[in-house]
């Protein structure tokens, strides 16, 4: 399998962690906005969207990182990171609903919009987020690729600004997150990137 992917951004970095976490067989390739690679007819023939992440596996081109989350736990089972238990994963589908369609939108609305303000954008989010958390080590009980997808928000540049203490059970997953291996090994460490879309 082939990544292609652009590491900074939130949902790239959800994917590349979760392939480091478990250290799956699957290769990444580093887009190069700068030459505007995410354009060329080979890159819109396997994302019409123009978009990274993407994955390859043999004849399947597959966009959209949460889709790419759950296949990669489909593929490699031994990650235990999606039940297959009904209600289980509905639990799992829910939270990377909410992640793609509240914390996504939310988060894109503090980057262009100067006069929102992140407490009241984001501060209602987290507190849901917050009671999920309660006496749980990770937002669906066991590490899940949920956590991949959400943790990777709270740890861009403005998600790192932002003051947890009022949602504590939030702070503290977070940190525990952050710890992971696939985390550890994907902070950004290269201001010198060449050019890749906003953060
Ligand atoms: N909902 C998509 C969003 C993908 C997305 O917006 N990717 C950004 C980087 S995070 C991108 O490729 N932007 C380049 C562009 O729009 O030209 C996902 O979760 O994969």
Redesign the pocket.
């Known amino acids: 399998m082939l990544l292609h992917s ?1 590491f900074i ?4 970095r959800k994917v590349e962690a979760f392939i480091k976490h478990f250290d799956l067989d699957v290769d990444i390739h580093q887009v190069n ?1 700068r030459e505007h690679e ?1 354009q060329t007819e080979a890159f819109l023939a396997m994302n019409p ?5 993407v994955l390859v596996d043999g004849d399947l081109n597959l ?4 889709a790419i989350l759950t296949y990669l736990a489909t593929m490699f089972p031994a990650t235990n990171a999606l039940p297959t238990d009904a209600r289980a994963r509905a639990d799992v589908d829910r939270w990377l609903h909410w992640q ?1 369609c509240h914390l ?1 939108p939310a988060m894109g609305r503090l980057k262009t919009d100067d006069d929102a303000d992140p407490e009241e954008v984001l501060k209602p989010l987290f507190r849901v987020l917050d009671i999920q958390l309660r006496d749980k080590e990770f937002v669906c009980g066991a590490l899940s690729v949920a956590d991949f997808a959400i943790a990777a928000y709270t740890l861009t540049k403005l998600g790192r600004k932002l003051d947890y203490s009022d949602v504590p059970n939030v702070a503290a997953w977070r940190e525990r997150v952050a710890s992971l291996k696939g985390f550890v090994e994907t902070q950004y460490k290269d201001p010198g990137m060449p050019g890749g ?1 906003p953060r």
């Not at 951004?9 to 790239?12: A, L």
């Not at 966009?63 to 949460?66: A, G, K, T």
């Open positions: 652009f951004t939130p949902n790239n906005f995410n969207m123009g978009k990274v992440p966009w959209e990182s949460n793609s996504m879309p």
